[in-house]
Nanobody, 126 residues
Framework: QVRLVESGGGLVQPGGSLRLSCTAS????????LGWFRQEPGKEREFLAT????????EYADSVKGRFAISRVKAENTLYLQMNSLKPEDTAVYYC???????????????????WGQGTQVTVSS
């Protein structure tokens, strides 16, 4: 069982930065990918980025590549999402999620992640 708790959301001005955290409680995250998603009201939950917990390799959605960075500190069992150059359209509830790696094609698929946090609201507005 993997328990995930996000924090770090809030209100930020356009062009600003924010770092989200996700603390993972699990016996062993070896062979897990941990990722970030976001969801706006009335829309599908959108994949943003994922990282292989053991090796640190990562993948990004084109929409955030170059602006967002995913990282993890294994010793603290904490996942991060550094978000820079934020835009009003980045406003959403942000979720962290985990999947036990099966195949590469699953990395971008919301349905393949079977552990989720409760979400944290990010609002980008002046």
């Amino acid at each position: 069982q993997v328990r995930l708790v996000e924090s770090g959301g809030g209100l930020v001005q356009p062009g600003g930065s924010l770092r989200l955290s996700c603390t993972a409680s699990a016996k062993d995250l070896t062979n897990y990918y941990l990722g970030w998603f976001r969801q706006e009201p009335g829309k599908e939950r959108e994949f943003l980025a994922t990282i292989y917990w053991s090796g640190g390799s990562s993948e990004y959605a084109d929409s955030v590549k170059g602006r967002f960075a995913i990282s993890r500190v294994k010793a603290e069992n904490t996942l991060y999402l550094q978000m820079n150059s934020l835009k009003p359209e980045d406003t959403a509830v942000y979720y962290c999620a985990a999947q036990l790696f099966q195949r590469t094609s699953d990395l971008f698929q919301r349905a393949a992640y079977n552990h989720w946090g409760q979400g944290t609201q990010v609002t980008v507005s002046s």
